[in-house]
């Protein structure tokens, strides 16, 4: 190996790759580029040494806060645009497909499922507004899909997720459904409100040195999922909801804003929400990606 240089450690790093042991052309695409771009970030602000142990301490600080409730590096990855920047070269919308956006930190496994028409919420609040949803799911040429899953999860009234607050009970605000023969789908819920993601830990200190601010549009979180077909990972944003035009995570698209309007008697809730989404079949999304 020649002697170590500012002008040739990139080049002598990436030479080392697979010396060792074979790794496969993906393997080495990604740490070429992941060590030039992270040599050159380095060299672009002249990264002291002292500022690159205070990034592992960070970084070893979001690590401990990591549990079954909160995937910090989510979070993080959120907050610079991350996770919104791979959800759409993961999955580019090429036609009538319904668009997708960040599955985000809160996401629990395993909701309860429920009939048509029930009720994710199994506690009230004194603030809350009550929603009757309803659509259908079809695929692109505009078919109804039957047996279609949709997980979805929402803040209470309070701004937290259950899984954030003790007081709520488990599973609170989450529910799977499925579409009838017709791919209609039904369900009440609670209006959901903006929030400030959680700014307590390494999330604040990185909006803070950024000098954004923490907040969310009110949102439902949807997971629509049918075997053949695409899995669809999306947020609806309340079209009247505070942050709509400057979201935490960059997560808003024109095509997930809906109308929460007045709901009629025959919905026994507040407010009433009607959205349709689409599925774009798995052999179409894996010849595209094959291109």
């Avoid at 990436?14 to 042991?21: R, T």
């Avoid at 992270?38 to 301490?57: N, R």
């Avoid at 935490?248 to 309007?261: C, I, R, T």
Wanted: with cysteine.
């Amino acid at each position: 190996m020649s002697k170590v240089t500012i002008d040739n450690v990139t080049d002598v790093v990436i030479g080392s790759l697979g010396q060792n042991g074979e790794i496969t052309p993906r393997q080495r695409e990604i740490m070429t580029a992941a060590i030039k771009h992270l040599h050159g970030f380095c060299k672009d602000v002249t990264l002291t040494h002292s500022e690159f142990i205070e990034a592992c301490m960070f970084l070893g600080r979001a690590g401990a806060i990591c549990d079954d409730k909160r995937q910090e590096f989510i979070l993080l990855g959120d907050i610079l645009g991350v996770e919104v920047l791979c959800d759409m070269l993961t999955n580019p919308v090429t036609g009538t497909e319904s668009e997708s956006t960040v599955l985000g930190p809160f996401y629990r496994e395993n909701p309860p499922v429920l009939p048509h028409g029930a009720s994710t919420a199994q506690k009230h609040f004194d603030n809350e507004e009550t929603v009757f949803m309803e659509g259908y799911v079809k695929d692109t040429s505009g078919n109804p899909l039957a047996g279609v899953t949709l997980d979805i999860w929402e803040d209470a009234p309070n701004g937290l997720y259950e899984n954030h607050d003790h007081d709520q009970p488990d599973y609170n605000l989450r529910g799977r459904f499925e579409t009838d023969e017709n791919g209609y789908f039904a369900l009440r819920a609670l209006r959901p409100v903006p929030y400030p993601i959680p700014a307590d830990e390494t999330a604040g200190e990185l909006l803070r040195y950024m000098g954004h601010h923490p907040n969310r549009p009110g949102h439902l979180h949807f997971i629509v999922a049918k075997e053949g077909y695409r899995t669809l990972v999306s947020q609806i944003y309340d079209r009247s909801s505070k942050w709509l035009d400057n979201d935490s995570v960059f997560a808003v698209k024109d095509s997930l804003v809906g109308d929460f309007v007045p709901a009629k008697p025959e919905h026994g809730t507040d407010l009433y929400l009607r959205f349709d989404f689409t599925l774009k079949a798995e052999a179409a999304a894996s010849a595209l990606a094959a291109e």
